[in-house]
């Protein structure tokens, strides 16, 4: 009995490991901007068979353990939301552009440009304190981006280790022109120190405020830029 009882403990504690470590992948196929019709179930859908990026951060937030959880696209697609993006809140999320079809990150310091296809354009948020993206957790990764025209900031960073990478912030796709952001084009701020932010091989201009804001006693790498 005291076998019997010992395995089946075992056997949950692997099961639950391997849930917590388990990747997990939500593809974007709409550039629409409607709701996850059950957060949770581990299906991004709005009801109508579409995923949307609305619909795959809530799907993501709502997902347990701490396994990777990674949102690409199917297509380039220029993302326009009406009202704020759920902030992440859940850790260990990768938003990735840059897998898609034709998509590439160069390098930026040796002159090579990348070649990126998903826009995120704040331009429809409906006040002034809008910001495109919003990140309060840890463990969390941009990349292959481009994010323009917010009506705040682009990025907003409030948790310690985070990513982000392979990004155009406050350019046209091309990195050739401005499409700028009403403030800041990264914010990096917390209640208390925010450390190990990690902003590398991204061009930010054309944002009205600075490029990386940091504020209070906060440490951030940035590399490439």
Known sequence: MNELKLYTLLGCFFMLLSFNLSAQTFTVDSNGDTADASAGDGNCDDGA?????RAAIEEANATAGTG????NFN?????????????LTRTNITIDGSTVAG???GTLVSNTQHTLSVILDGGSLPTVADDALTISTTLCTIRGLVIQNSRDMG???TDDNNTVECCYIGTNSAGTAAAGNTDHGIFINGSGSVTGTNVN????????ASGIHVGGIDEITAKGN
């Not at 297509?75 to 902030?87: H, V």
């Open 155 to 157: 990025i907003v960073i």
């Open 68 to 71: 990777a959880i990674t949102i």
């Open 49 to 53: 068979g579409n995923c949307t990026l």
């Open 75 to 87: 297509a380039g697609m220029t993302i326009m939301p009406a009202t704020l993006l759920p902030t």
């Open 103 to 105: 998509a590439s990150c």
């Open 201 to 208: 091989n991204c061009l930010i201009s054309g944002n009205s």
